[in-house]
């Protein structure tokens, strides 16, 4: 059973940083794609950055492009978002998914879920 567990998640002021952490356990992630995602009050869930586990292709939403950075440690079954330039806007639950097979920044292509976590950021 593929687990992701995140952390890392909290309230700052814009312009601030914060680094997500999500603990995988299983073998989805040493083969298959990895990816954080963000819904906030009253908003469909979207994709925010996705990682090819074996190959480290990344893909981010052009919101997001240039200010986040989506990372794996293999050796600790460990997905990273660090965020950077925070904005009011990226205030949402940021949520890790896995699935196998390829990259897709659609929601409902991912099997395994976490719980969430809570981003804040305030103007």
């Known amino acids: 059973q593929v687990q992701p567990v995140e952390s890392g998640g909290g309230s700052v002021q814009a312009g601030g940083s914060l680094r997500l952490s999500c603990a995988v356990s299983?073998?989805?992630?040493?083969?298959?794609?990895m990816g954080w995602f963000r819904q906030a009050p009253g908003k469909e869930r979207e994709g925010v950055a996705t990682i090819w586990t074996r190959g480290g292709s990344t893909y981010y939403a052009d919101s997001v492009k240039g200010r986040f950075t989506i990372s794996q440690d293999n050796a600790k079954n460990t997905l990273y978002l660090q965020m950077n330039s925070l904005k009011p806007e990226d205030t949402a639950m940021y949520y890790c998914a896995a699935r196998s097979g390829g990259c897709y920044m659609v929601p409902t292509a991912y099997d395994y879920w976490g719980q969430g976590t809570q981003v804040t950021v305030s103007s």
């Open positions: 299983g073998n989805t992630f040493s083969s298959g794609c």
